[in-house]
C-alpha cells in the first residue's frame, strides 16, 4: 500500500466525523450559528474529497502530500474536540434533566402537601373522602 494512498485514505476518513458533528450540533440551539461552520467545513471537505478520489494514485506531489497529513491532523483534532464537546454538553444536559426532574417531584410533593390546607380552610372545598374508611 503506497503512502498516498494511507494519507488520502486517513483524510477521507475524517469526513465522517465531519458530519456526525455537524449532525449532532444542529439540533442544540445554543449551537446553531457553530453548527453552520461545521456544515461550512463539510461543504469545502467534500469538494476537496471528490477531488482527491478522482486524483490517480502517485499523482500527489509531496509538499502535497505534507500539506494533505497537517490538515487531517488538525482536521481529526479538532473533530475529536467537538465529539468531546458534544459528549460533555450531552451528559450536562441530562445530569441536568435529571435535577429538574427531582426538583419537579419535590416541588410537587409539597405542592400536594399544602392541599390538604386548602380543603380544610376553604368552606367550599370539602376534604377528600377516605374510600378506605367508608367500605369498611
Known sequence: ???EFEVV???LGVGSLVWDAYVAYADAEQFRNFSQDILSLHVVFAQVEDQLQN???????TKDMDNLTILYHGLKTTMEELDTLLNKYREDSVRLRDKLRS???????????????VYFSSPYIH????LCYVLA
Open 103 to 117: 426538583n419537579l417531584a419535590l416541588l410537587t410533593t409539597f405542592h400536594s402537601s399544602l392541599a390538604k390546607y
Open 55 to 61: 486524483t490517480p494514485t502517485g499523482s500527489l506531489s
Open 127 to 130: 376534604p377528600p373522602v377516605d
Open 9 to 11: 485514505g486517513d483524510f
Open 1 to 3: 500500500m503506497s503512502l
